[in-house]
């Protein structure tokens, strides 16, 4: 089992700045991937970025490349997802996502809004 809790979701002016952060708990040892995905009303939720954990092989979708970036710190057990020029329409709940061989593990998601 392993267990995800996001932080540092809040309000931020459009072009501004926030980092997201992903603890993870439990069996760490198995995971292989993790992520941050995104949803917002009304629309399916959608991969932010990736990160493999061996090698830290990246990917990330068209709309946040350039200004999203995707790290891990493997000492804290923690990813994070660094987001620069923020636009409204990264408004959404974001959730950090983990996946081992046999599962995927979700965190309860962080709100992120963003005004125009």
């Known amino acids: 089992q392993v267990q995800l809790v996001e932080s540092g979701g809040g309000l931020v002016q459009s072009g501004g700045s926030l980092r997201l952060s992903c603890a993870a708990s439990g069996s760490i040892f198995s995971i292989n991937a993790m992520g941050w995905y995104r949803q917002s009303p009304g629309k399916q939720r959608e991969l932010v970025a990736h990160i493999i954990m061996n090698g830290g092989s990246t990917n990330y979708a068209d709309s946040v490349k350039g200004r999203f970036t995707i790290s891990r710190n493997n000492a804290k057990n923690t990813l994070y997802l660094q987001m620069s020029s923020l636009k409204p329409e990264d408004t959404a709940v974001y959730y950090c996502?983990?996946?081992?061989?046999?599962?995927?593990?979700w965190g309860q998601g962080t709100q992120v809004t963003v005004s125009s």
């Open positions: 996502h983990a996946g081992d061989a046999v599962r995927i593990y």
